[in-house]
């Protein structure tokens, strides 16, 4: 048992040493792409940040017991997970 815990510490320790000498370079970016990320943070904080719940959410509420009523959504929480998804896509296209 004890050769088991030495064996697992010296791997451990062999294994990250090498990486804690490393040191980390600093990314290095092009105006273009500080323009980009300026860009995307300016549209990140004009999506709506309202807390949507179960009281919000719905315009009309369902009602799942024996008289079903499948009910709707609200059209701006609609509207704002659209932005997200959009906005989302966006950083990817």
């Known amino acids: 048992m004890l050769l088991r ?3 697992i510490t010296a791997i451990v320790a062999l294994l990250f040493v090498p990486l804690a000498s490393q040191k980390a370079q600093a990314a290095t970016f092009t105006t273009q792409e500080i323009n980009e990320i300026h860009n995307f ?3 990140y904080a004009n999506l709506d940040k309202t807390n949507y719940s179960v009281s919000n959410i ?3 509420k ?5 008289k079903f009523k499948a009910g709707s959504l609200n059209s701006k929480y609609i509207n704002t997970q659209v932005d997200y998804i959009n906005y989302y896509r966006s950083l990817f296209a």
Request: glycine share 0%; net charge positive.
């Open 5 to 7: 815990k030495f064996s």
């Open 41 to 43: 943070q300016k549209e």
């Open 58 to 60: 719905y315009a009309v």
């Open 62 to 66: 369902p009602s799942l017991s024996k």
